[in-house]
Nanobody, 127 residues
Framework: QVQLVESGGEPVQAGGSLRLSCAAS????????MGWFRQGPGKDREGVAV???????SYKDSVKGRFTISKDDAKNTPYLQMNSLNAEDTATYYC??????????????????????WGQGTQVTVS
């Protein structure tokens, strides 16, 4: 069982930056793939950034070049650095963990069902 607790969300002005953190209870995150998802007002939850292994990252097109996902296995903490934020980034952001990666990781990495463990979310509001 892995417990995840996000932090770092807060109101921010357009063009600003935030770094989200996700404290994990697992002995180590080294065997987990981590994802950051978000759910904006009136929208479905969507994957924005995922990381497998030490540094194999993937991003939703709308955040490429602005968001960076990373994972500090020694601290059991994944991060999401978000720069050049705009109103469309307003959402509740969730951290999620999946055992793997599976052989079809490239196809399922942004699917919610791929991830077994979820945090409660942290709110990011861009104005």
């Amino acid at each position: 069982q892995v417990q995840l607790v996000e932090s770092g969300g807060e109101p921010v002005q357009a063009g600003g930056s935030l770094r989200l953190s996700c404290a994990a209870s697992a002995d180590t995150l080294s065997r987990y793939c981590m994802g950051w998802f978000r759910q904006g007002p009136g929208k479905d939850r969507e994957g924005v950034a995922v990381i497998a292994g030490v540094s194999v990252t993937s991003y939703k097109d709308s955040v490429k070049g602005r968001f960076t996902i990373s994972k500090d296995d020694a601290k059991n903490t994944p991060y999401l650095q978000m720069n050049s934020l705009n109103a469309e980034d307003t959402a509740t952001y969730y951290c999620a963990a999946a055992e793997g990666p599976s052989s079809n990781w490239a196809r399922v990495r942004f699917h919610e069902s791929t991830y077994k463990y979820w945090g409660q979310g942290t709110q990011v509001t861009v104005s």
